[in-house]
């Protein structure tokens, strides 16, 4: 039986600063539902990679005295390694400066062109070089110092230069139908409503080359024009996959793309300038685009001006990598802007992990180390509490499934901690620990109920937390071939041996404290 596909990629990073903690978010995120989708059986393909052409990148490298293509080597490089620090388990890792890049690129633009959707005139108008973007005149406002800013607060300079222009314009209508008979296609709803808005006033043909500069993709037949970085970066999500080989196996099996995520600045170019460019192009648009919110430290979003920025290896070194992931996932609604400050960081850690799933596990396996001869222990017929509980575990897949689906990640936190909650309420109704003075048997069953438990929260945990889940299972005594969803409904083995317990999850210290 084929496996059902998933697609699912993070915006390509401008390699023209280092990496921090908002670029690990958008990759965490595609993480876990990769590997969720990978355990429910689906074939995934995840991927994720660097923009490295404009005027952005030029200049960063020009202002370092470096060679371009050496400065995007050397910045790639540290967002690849970012991905393995994060323990990503992206499939690909692409690169704008690669071959396979730049001949997708070309095939695009000679299909746009071939569509009648590309003509040449001039550009004279707005750009932001930070946010490679135009902007019109009536957005444009004065920034209180002879300079000129962009709703963003990104600086815009006035271009003029010869441009070719592709005709978005004549995708208003049909992008409005798509966005209609597609209700889920932008997301979260607040986001939709802004993309709704903006194409409903109307769409002006977009510009798509440069002439002043050289750093890019030069357009096929007029190599003074380089490609609108934008046009270039949107177009990775079809190069990973072989294009313009449609025939390849992973186009065929993946495209279109399940969903792109993406950080909220990004929306306009993902949900109106890349369908456009599809539908122009007469190639199959992805089914969504998930523009989730910006992590904001001590309430304010992270700026290398303001100072505040923080980095995933600092993160880690300070929490662990497991805590983090589960941290970014569990605090911020996704979809919405993340404030976080070490405060809330380390008071969910501890109560979350340390004294809820880590003290359960810890105790549980504790006791059955020292009192079932380091066994899983055997069931002797199951009381009605024990059940219920069971019936609970044995229902979170469903459920849990779902708000993977929305993308509601902290909301499946929130249920599959709801259960280690319940189980450590119903562990000290039970009380193990004077049953086995009192009725063996019963102290067995009870072990058992909630070994089963912490078997479905370690199995729904994998993708958030995979070492510190891995462990778990270890301990719980599950064999790796029995860790999928499909395994799910598989039982512990009564009587089979467990390795010594050890804590995962330690109390962590505030720095101040
Ligand atoms: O926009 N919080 O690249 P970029 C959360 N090359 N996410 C953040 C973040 C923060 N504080 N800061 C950055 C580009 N991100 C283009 C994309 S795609 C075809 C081309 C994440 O280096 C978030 O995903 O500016 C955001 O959209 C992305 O990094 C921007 O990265």
Excluded at 247 to 275: C, L, M
Aim: glycine share 6%; hydrophobic share 40%.
């Amino acid at each position: 039986m084929t496996r059902p596909s998933f697609f699912i990629t993070t915006p390509i990073y401008y390699v023209n600063a280092a990496p921090h903690i908002g670029h690990a978010y958008s990759g965490l995120a595609c993480d876990v539902l990769a590997r969720f989708k990978r355990l429910d059986g689906y074939d995934v393909h995840f991927l994720t990679g660097t923009d490295e052409h404009g005027q952005k990148v030029e200049t960063a490298a020009r202002n370092r005295a470096v060679d371009t293509r050496a400065y995007c080597d050397q910045v790639s490089a540290n967002f690849r390694e970012l991905a393995q620090v994060m323990n990503l388990s992206n499939d690909d890792f692409i690169r704008t400066t690669e071959q396979r890049h730049y001949d997708s690129c070309q095939a695009l633009w000679r299909a746009l062109d071939s569509a009648g959707q590309i003509y040449r005139n001039s550009y004279n108008g707005w750009y932001s070089v930070s946010d490679e973007a135009y902007y019109d005149t009536e957005e444009i406002q004065d920034d209180g110092n002879g300079g000129k800013v962009a709703p963003t607060g990104s600086a815009v300079e006035w271009i003029e230069e010869p441009s070719y222009f592709f005709r978005l314009s004549d995708w208003q209508q049909p992008l409005l139908d798509f966005y209609a008979a597609h209700p889920d296609f932008i997301q979260p709803a607040s986001r939709r409503n802004e993309i709704l808005r903006f194409v409903e006033s109307g769409l002006q043909d977009l510009s798509i080359s440069r002439t002043k500069f050289s750093w890019g993709i030069p357009v096929p037949d007029d190599p003074d024009h380089v490609m609108y970085v934008w046009l270039d970066a949107l177009t990775n999500y079809i190069t990973a996959l072989g294009y313009p080989n449609t025939e390849d196996p992973r186009y065929q099996k993946f495209w279109p793309a399940n969903v792109h995520v993406i950080g909220k600045e990004i929306s306009r170019f993902h949900a109106v300038y890349w369908p456009a460019m599809l539908m122009a192009a007469k190639l199959p648009l992805p089914a969504k685009v998930y523009a989730h919110g910006l992590l904001m430290r001590d309430g304010r979003k992270m700026s290398k001006s303001i100072g505040n920025v923080v980095t995933a290896q600092e993160m880690i070194g300070q929490i662990g990598l497991d805590a983090l992931r589960y941290f970014l996932m569990r605090e911020v609604p996704f979809g919405q802007d993340g404030v976080y400050s070490d405060q809330t960081l380390y008071a969910r850690l501890n109560s979350d992990l340390a004294n809820d799933l880590g003290n359960l596990a810890q105790r549980t396996l504790s006791f059955v180390a020292k009192h079932c001869s380091a066994q899983v222990p055997a069931s002797s017929g199951f009381q009605d509490e024990d059940s219920a509980i069971l019936r609970r575990a044995a229902g979170l897949l469903d459920n849990v499934r779902t708000l993977m689906d929305e993308m509601a990640y902290h909301r499946a936190l929130t249920e599959i901690m709801a259960l280690a909650s319940e189980a450590n309420r119903y562990i000290d109704a039970m009380a193990p620990w004077t049953l086995r003075k009192t009725d063996t048997d019963r102290m067995q069953t009870v072990l058992y109920v909630i070994m089963e438990v912490l078997r479905a929260i370690a199995l729904l945990l994998q993708p958030f937390m995979p070492d510190a889940m891995s462990r778990m299972l270890d301990q719980l005594g599950v064999s790796s071939e029995k860790r999928t969803f499909a395994d799910y409904d598989s039982k512990l083995d009564s009587g089979n041996t467990l390795p010594a317990p050890e804590p995962i999850f330690p109390r962590l210290t505030p720095p101040e404290e």
